[in-house]
């Protein structure tokens, strides 16, 4: 689905030779995701340089998430879920909001700019927000640079699938070709 | 795993079980058992980091190191296995979701500018670059971001240790590159970016041109005095815990009668059993006219440990292990539970947020260097 978002939403509003910049989307499934959804079957164009990743509710993308993704080499986070009032889980926004601001506090500490890291609730009927907002984020983050932390590989190791731990680990269980089994 | 266990002096255990016995988690209850590990280190068993996740829930606290009479390094086989597991891409589950792990990366990878020292008033004095005394503030204010909930402030240690400091009539270096000591991912397995750490840090204290690294952090004395040792070599750098240097030049404090309270005094793992350095806090609080000291019951070498180490284990039995402790705490009836290390605030706090019993275990919590600082004249 984030593959149809992007290829259909894509346009080059982008300079050419501009720097892309490499943004994760944290998504909740009933609002922000479907949202995204309405923009592509709507075909509003907007930026491609963003990577989608749905949860079931914005109240659980904890500092943890975040705070991965700018380890890994993400240029700009984006956060976001149903507006208040809305929450499918009543009050799972709420939480967001409280994880949002501790993940904010530590993010200053780092010395990452704060204008890598955006909340914004975008509802399952705003395609045309989302596309909004994508695209001024994605200037904004562009405007900044790349990230620190970015590496030329970040795209390789964002894409492999995590199994959980907290260093991106494979535990091997279960699973006969386990890196752990394997190699002894 | 031969040179493992001759490294560790593991080959001499004669299987008694005294570790497993006195093992904290053991004893609250987990499925866990050093002896078992220190067998299948000797039987080269290579098997042991793949197949037992329990190599992460090991506290590290060295509680059995003291009582084995073999003297068999089991904390350090731990952190040697933890190593080969991390090469293996073995992990554990991170409490916090590795949000910290994350964090500490970031800095051994660098590149930006922390903005760390935010804490920093006028009444402070220090001086960014160079000087004799270089004030290693550890991670306190990572902390208080992280955990608002806690309604914590350990960072007021650490402002502490400043004025303290200033009162001794010195002006501390206190460096915003400052990065983390590196300590938890070493005992995480990550040696990487803990090597990685540590050089950048020693190079930093090098230019500063201090003599002296003194920091009111256990882990951070640890780090400094035992794992840094390799990258130390040739340099004349004295490392010292804020209490050990207090201690030094406790003729040239002056302290008043501050507020009289009773305290009972926490060992950090990492000062306490890892260093050996029991002696030096409690002489700095009781040279704090109007206090009262009362032990717990468990002090000194026997002390517990707040479970919480290495951010690598969070479980029913650390929270059991903390309860137990902070009711040890209570029962001596001070008001004041006093630590030297930032870390078993956080995690002692954490268990006080037990929505059953957290009113019957609560107490306030202090740094040895808070304590000082607020009876200074």
């Known amino acids: ?184 | 795993m031969q040179q493992l266990a001759k490294d560790t002096n593991a080959w001499a255990c004669y299987d008694c079980g005294k570790c497993t016995a006195t093992c904290p988690i053991s004893r609250a209850g987990a499925d866990y058992s050093p002896r078992k590990h220190v067998l299948a280190t000797n039987l080269g068993d290579e098997g042991l980091i793949t197949r037992d996740e329990s190599l992460f829930a090991c506290l590290t606290c060295s509680l059995c190191d003291s009582r084995c009479p073999a003297e068999v390094g089991y904390t350090q086989l731990v952190q040697k296995l933890r190593e080969r597991a991390f090469d293996a891409k073995i992990q554990p589950e991170c409490p916090h979701g590795g949000a910290l792990q994350s964090v500490m990366r970031m800095m051994a990878k660098g590149g930006t500018q922390q903005n760390r020292l935010n804490w920093l008033d006028d009444d402070l004095q220090t001086t960014p670059a160079e000087g004799d005394i270089f004030l290693w503030t550890g991670c306190t204010v990572y902390y208080d971001a992280f955990f608002p909930e806690f309604g914590l402030a350990t960072v007021e240690g650490t402002r502490a240790a400043v004025k303290v400091l200033n009162s001794l009539g010195v002006t501390p270096v206190v460096s915003p590159e400052e990065r983390c000591c590196g300590h938890d991912l070493l005992w995480n397995g990550d040696r990487a970016s803990f090597e990685a750490l540590a050089r950048h840090n020693v190079e930093l204290v090098a230019k500063s041109g201090a003599e002296l690294v003194v920091t009111p952090c256990a882990e951070c004395v640890r780090t400094w005095l035992l794992d840094y040792q390799p990258f130390l070599e040739g340099s004349k750098v004295r490392v010292q815990h804020l209490s050990e240097y207090l201690l030094e030049r406790r003729d040239d404090l002056e302290l008043k009668n501050g507020s009289s309270s009773k305290i009972t005094f926490q060992d950090p793992c990492r000062l306490g059993r890892h260093l050996g350095i029991y002696h030096a806090p409690r002489e700095v609080l009781n040279e704090v006219p109007g206090i009262e000291f009362e032990e717990m019951r468990r002090s000194g070498r026997r002390g517990a440990c707040c479970a919480g180490g290495t951010w690598s284990n969070c479980d029913k039995f650390a929270k059991q292990i903390q309860i137990e402790r902070l009711r040890e705490a209570r029962a001596t009836g001070a008001d004041v539970l006093v630590t030297a290390c930032p870390k078993c605030q956080v995690h002692l706090a954490c268990a006080m947020k037990d929505p059953n019993i957290g009113k019957e275990i609560s107490i306030e919590m202090r740094d040895v260097a808070e304590v000082v600082a607020s009876a200074l004249v």
């Not at chain 1, 501009?18 to 907007?46: E, K, L």
């Not at chain 1, 998430?65 to 976001?80: I, P, Q």
């Not at chain 1, 907002?133 to 030329?152: C, H, K, M, W, Y």
């Open chain 1, 1 to 184: 689905m984030t593959q149809q978002v992007s290829s259909s939403g894509a346009t080059s509003t982008a300079p050419t030779g501009a720097f892309d910049p490499r943004i994760v989307v944290f998504a909740c499934n009933w609002c922000s995701y479907a949202g995204a959804d309405t923009a592509g079957v709507s075909r509003i164009q907007h930026q491609p340089h963003f990577r989608m990743i749905r949860v079931m509710c914005s109240g659980r993308i904890q500092p943890a998430f975040v705070l991965r993704s700018f380890e890994k080499g993400a240029d700009g986070v984006l956060v976001s879920g149903c507006h208040f009032g809305d929450c499918h889980y009543i009050f799972g926004n709420e939480r967001a909001v409280e994880q949002f601001e501790k993940t904010m506090n530590v993010v200053k500490l780092l010395g990452i700019e704060e204008g890598r890291l955006r909340l914004e609730w975008i509802s399952a009927a705003e395609g045309g927000r989302f596309a909004e907002v994508i695209n001024e984020f994605t200037d904004q983050v562009r405007a900044l640079g790349p990230s620190p932390f970015a590496v030329e590989d970040a795209i390789d190791e964002i894409e492999v699938p995590e199994t959980g731990g907290c260093m991106n680990a494979d535990k091997g269980e279960g699973k006969g070709e386990g890196v752990g089994e394997g190699e002894h």
